[in-house]
């Protein structure tokens, strides 16, 4: 596997309305994100991926369904790797439960790994399940010349990225992923390097924003 390329699924109903939207199933693709999908597939004419997984959230799948289609690849679901869970704030988008998920985040970015919010996960459950499954897909394909790509959710991506690759936490709490935007990460000396994260060099970092409180 050259690079692992951890992708934001499309746009959903709860991004257009910021609600928080974690468990699975959950919503589906807007019209929007559906052209978002296939434009993530036609703007790489060129890749030749060794495999294509998504999560089990239906937002995921179906963007993921997209891109294999544009690709000519079947797209796999896999367990573990959805949102991170965020407990009694689930389906909420008022201002205080989406100050209460930012805070979290950043005090996951700060080092407070343990820490959860109305019976949320915290940041250990998140790893504990998902890095084990981009460890297995990593020895999986170990020896392929091309790359992987998992289509996952904007704040579960941007926390194993960072855990994974050793990315600065504040750029990565300050630089989120627009839906389609993914993050690179390539197994170099048996460690994860971040090549790119949503298009911003993390060796050059420039603070990017988001009004999406997933992404």
Do not use: K
Not at 12 to 34: I, K, Q
Not at 40 to 59: H, K, M, N, Q, W
């Amino acid at each position: 596997m050259a690079t692992l390329h951890l992708v934001r699924h499309g746009q959903t109903t709860s991004n257009v309305m910021a609600r928080l939207d974690t468990r699975p199933p959950g919503a589906g693709l807007t019209d929007f994100g559906a052209r978002q999908a296939v434009r993530f597939g036609l703007e790489r004419p060129d890749v030749t991926p060794v495999a294509l997984y998504s999560s089990i959230a239906r937002r995921a799948r179906e963007t993921a369904d997209l891109i294999g289609t544009v690709w000519g690849i079947e797209a796999r679901a896999v367990s573990d790797l959805h949102e991170v869970q965020v407990g009694d704030l689930e389906d909420r988008n008022d201002d205080d439960s989406i100050r209460a998920f930012r805070d979290l985040i950043a005090d996951w970015f700060a080092g407070h790994t343990d820490r959860r919010v109305g019976n949320s996960e915290s940041l250990d459950d998140l790893l504990d399940r998902y890095v084990p499954v981009i460890e297995s897909l990593r020895d999986a394909h170990a020896d392929a010349p091309g790359d992987v790509y998992v289509v996952s959710h904007g704040a579960a991506i941007r926390l194993v990225a960072a855990h994974l690759s050793g990315v600065d936490p504040e750029f990565a709490l300050e630089n989120g992923l627009p839906n389609t935007g993914s993050i690179e990460l390539a197994w170099r000396d048996d460690a994860w390097t971040c090549v790119h994260w949503g298009g911003v060099d993390p060796a050059r970092p420039s603070a990017a924003v988001t009004v999406d409180p997933m992404g």
